[in-house]
């Protein structure tokens, strides 16, 4: 079993920055690849941004697409998504989650860890 803390969110100006960074426990962080998602006040969780076992490989949503970057260190069981010129409609919580099915996956349903998230907020 994995358990996974999010953490780095907070309360930015749009334009801004923030990275957040989603520590594993367990001695197996780099047989998952790993997802980052959020949720609105009032609408769905959504796809951020995945990444494969060993970082070779990642995938964004559009609407983050040159703005964020997800990244990872297995030596240190740590994701990570960079986050710049951030928007107020970038306001979430965020989570972190870790997947064994895939190579990595857009796909909330194939996750089987959840982190329970932060919460990132970017004023106008």
């Known amino acids: 079993q994995v358990q996974l803390v999010e953490s780095g969110g907070g309360l930015v100006q749009a334009g801004g920055s923030l990275r957040l960074s989603c520590a594993a426990s367990g001695r197996t962080f780099s047989s998952y690849y790993m997802g980052w998602f959020r949720q609105a006040p009032g609408k769905e969780r959504e796809f951020v941004a995945t990444?494969?076992?060993?970082?070779?490989?990642?995938a964004y949503a559009d609407s983050v697409t040159g703005r964020f970057t997800i990244s990872r260190d297995n030596a240190e069981n740590t994701a990570y998504l960079q986050m710049n010129s951030l928007k107020p409609e970038d306001t979430a919580v965020y989570y972190c989650?870790?997947?064994?099915?895939?190579?990595?996956?857009?796909?909330?349903?194939?996750?089987?860890?959840w982190g329970r998230g932060t919460q990132v907020t970017v004023s106008s």
């Open positions: 989650a870790a997947g064994r099915t895939y190579y990595c996956s857009r796909n909330g349903d194939t996750y089987d860890y």
């Open positions: 990444i494969s076992r060993d970082g070779s490989r990642t």
